[in-house]
């Protein structure tokens, strides 16, 4: 019985100390500022862009012949320019792995974006304060997943680092074009929170985690445990001192 007591002391330690994790990353979740914490803070929606003229595009049937491999074809238009976005493999999501290819709906050439393509993106959507008369762009480059600012980003991804109080950076999905969003120094802050609170300890960026599944099996065993050791001590007219 010694042993399950020990064992259900130093459980109890575990749990007790994620618990005290899960009560102030839940207080700071109530207080934080949502969009700081989301990266939000400099961000603007970029302005949708509409084909003008569908009669100069190449018939989809005819790329998709061209393509025949190709499980979805989207269209989409970037930098006002007209393009076909095709999916070879389509992943469940669009941060899932996705084998796209970008072909220019007007010659149906296969399109790459360049850098000052993606600096054009990324600028398109930063929203500067009333002190900041021009944004500078620091850097561009190329990552490949695991992308620390957005660990569930799973394609190559164009980091754009804006100089600024906020040490703004802008992240393009490389192939498609899609903005995958903005991070700052607030969202770095608020990120290390969040990691403590989903026991995201291995940075894969999901609270599905095998850790989390521990720590529910955990909290389930000292429950069981906990309700063992109380109905013992009541059988026998007093508690274990632990």
Do not use: C
Not at 31 to 37: E, F, I, P, S, V
Not at 141 to 157: C, E, G, M
């Amino acid at each position: 019985m010694q042993w399950f007591k020990k064992i259900h002391k130093w459980m109890s330690v575990i749990v007790g100390l994620q618990l005290i994790i899960w009560v102030i990353t839940g207080l700071f979740f109530n207080l934080m500022d949502h969009q700081k914490a989301a990266g939000r803070l400099h961000y603007s929606a970029p302005a949708t862009q509409q084909i003008v003229n569908y009669q100069n595009l190449i018939e989809p049937k005819q790329i998709l012949h061209q393509y025949p491999d190709v499980v979805e074809l989207t269209t989409s238009v970037i930098l006002n320019q007209p393009y076909y976005l095709l999916n070879v493999n389509k992943g469940l999501y669009a941060h899932f792995a996705n084998d796209y290819r970008l072909v220019n709906a007007q010659t149906g050439q296969i399109a790459e974006l360049t850098e000052t393509m993606v600096n054009h993106i990324a600028l398109a959507t930063l929203l500067l304060d009333e002190a900041e008369s021009a944004a500078t762009i620091i850097n561009t480059q190329l990552l490949y997943p695991p992308i620390a600012d957005f660990l569930k980003q799973q394609n190559p991804t164009w980091q754009v680092l804006i100089n600024n109080d906020a040490e703004t950076r802008i992240y393009i999905e490389a192939v498609s074009g899609r903005v995958i969003g903005h991070s700052d120094k607030h969202k770095q802050f608020a990120d290390v929170f969040f990691m403590l609170h989903f026991m995201d300890y291995a940075q894969v960026g999901s609270f599905n985690n095998w850790l989390m599944i521990a720590m529910s099996f955990f909290v389930l065993w000292l429950s069981i445990s906990g309700f063992f050791l109380v109905v013992t001590s009541l059988r026998k007219g007093k508690y274990y001192s632990f």
